[in-house]
């Protein structure tokens, strides 16, 4: 079974930094695209980050400057390095993958049971 766990969410100050992690664990063949996405209370999800399998990388404008979106692919994990935060970032963040789980097959997504971001004043 496919799972994909976040994990680094907490408590910080504003300007502070957090890095999140999205580690996808079970039998897989590959994993292409991937995101970050936030959902602030009574807000839409959005997409802050993605990263392709060849480590193209795009952002969302709040975020450019600031975030910074990586993959270890020996350790199917995905990062988001998160800088100079600010209060407007608090939010729950997930992960989701694009995953091949046999050669040949199709690719589903899967979602993570995201981590909460909080940046105080």
């Not at 969302?60 to 993959?71: E, H, N």
């Not at 993958?97 to 971001?117: D, F, K, L």
Request: glycine share 10%; hydrophobic share 35%; charged share 15%.
């Amino acid at each position: 079974q496919v799972q994909l766990v976040e994990s680094g969410g907490g408590l910080v100050q504003a300007g502070g930094s957090l890095r999140l992690s999205c580690a996808v664990s079970g039998s897989i063949f590959s994993i292409n695209f991937m995101a970050w996405h936030r959902q602030a209370p009574g807000k839409q999800r959005e997409l802050v980050a993605t990263i392709s399998s060849g480590v193209s990388t795009n952002y969302a404008d709040s975020v450019k400057g600031r975030f910074t979106i990586s993959r270890d692919n020996a350790k199917n994990t995905v990062y988001l390095q998160m800088n100079s935060l600010k209060p407007e970032d608090t939010a729950a963040y997930y992960c989701n993958g694009h995953i091949r789980i046999v050669e040949a097959g199709p690719t589903y997504t899967y979602w993570g049971q995201g981590t909460q971001v909080t940046v105080s004043s």
